[in-house]
């Protein structure tokens, strides 16, 4: 039953995935990964009240919520005035989305700690700088519990449960605070370019184990949005040399590169590349977190089925307020939403277009 629960909820069958786990539960009660396929159901269903709680149930237990213990400190039950330290789990994406709550905890905390993966340890520091921050997630040795003397430790996946139990509690505004010295030397280079848009684009995501297959595409499948008249940017974070490559050599379409900001070990960097683009255009993948964290227009490339952020219909999310999703009709076909992105960037290019030429007519005349 707990098998089939999670079977319905990679269907995006939220209700009767829910059902299923209510089952496993009535057999074995203090059975936890049907709680968190509930959970997940339930979050997919945009039912925060209920969900939070079980989404929760696996921190501890799931190697992929590894619970991080610093000392005697217990669980933080949400009290306020104490020394609370909250540690990164899950995916890079998954880091900067609940990132969001960061500043809501600071407010309730006499201090706030922060444990996160090394890639944004200088870009949460300078986005919360009412927090300390340490990018020592994945280190077995840690040197700064002593300083801080923590009284609760809070996993990042469970601070909505206190934060985001109705919609209305989600702010959807920008968060991260990208490097302005690094921002003005990608601006350079950006600029000199040429005046057409900049598009980030991002087409591989995931792994075998977390759904790679059903939303990646290749390259190639981007060529009507490539052919629009704008400036690519790749934002893939492993080396797409030789598919960059083929594609110039067969559709003289030049895609740029540049290894240091999106294979960065440093997300500073990569943070102050997205920050200077016009809009990025993406599958699902941390690069849209990331962009909807800064503001940034984005469109997403959503597969049929996605996982549970990204809802069941629409075109929003409620975490940022930048970010447009473009849904899959049928599954493995994403000519029509490639289709619609390149529409969508049509429009950018015109819009950027008429202002270019306003802004020279101004030049003329002064």
Known sequence: MANLGLIHLHRCEPDLAIRHTQDALKVSPGFKTPRFTMGMAQLMNQDWAHAWENYEATVGYDRDRNERVYGDEPRWDGAKGKCVVAYGEQGLGD????????????????????????????????????????????????????????????????????????TEDFPGTPYLVADPERRLQWRALLDSLG??????????????????????????????????NATFI?????????????????????????????????????????AELDMVVSVTTAVIHLSGALGVPALVLTPRHPRWFYGLTGDSVPWYKSVKLIRQKRANDWLDPINEAAVQVRTLVNGNHELHESRSRIAAVA
């Open 95 to 166: 880091e900067i989305s609940f990132a969001s709550c960061i500043p809501d905890l600071a407010r309730d905390c006499s201090e706030t700690v922060i444990e996160c993966d090394a890639r944004l340890a200088g870009l949460f520091r300078r986005s919360f700088p009412k927090a300390n921050v340490y990018g020592t997630r994945f280190k077995g040795v840690i040197d700064w519990a002593d300083k801080h003397h923590p009284e609760g430790r809070v996993a990042f996946g469970s601070l909505p449960k206190y934060y985001r139990t109705k």
């Open 195 to 228: 005046d057409k848009p900049k598009i980030g684009i991002a087409w591989q995501g995931g792994s075998n184990r977390t759904g790679k297959s059903r939303r990646s595409v290749s390259l190639e499948s981007l060529l009507p949005l490539l052919r629009q």
């Open 234 to 274: 790749s934002l893939q974070y492993r080396d797409p040399t030789a598919e960059i490559e083929a594609l110039e050599e067969t559709h003289g379409i030049k895609v740029h590169h540049w290894p240091r900001a999106a294979e960065a070990v440093d997300y500073d960097e990569t943070a102050a590349l997205v």
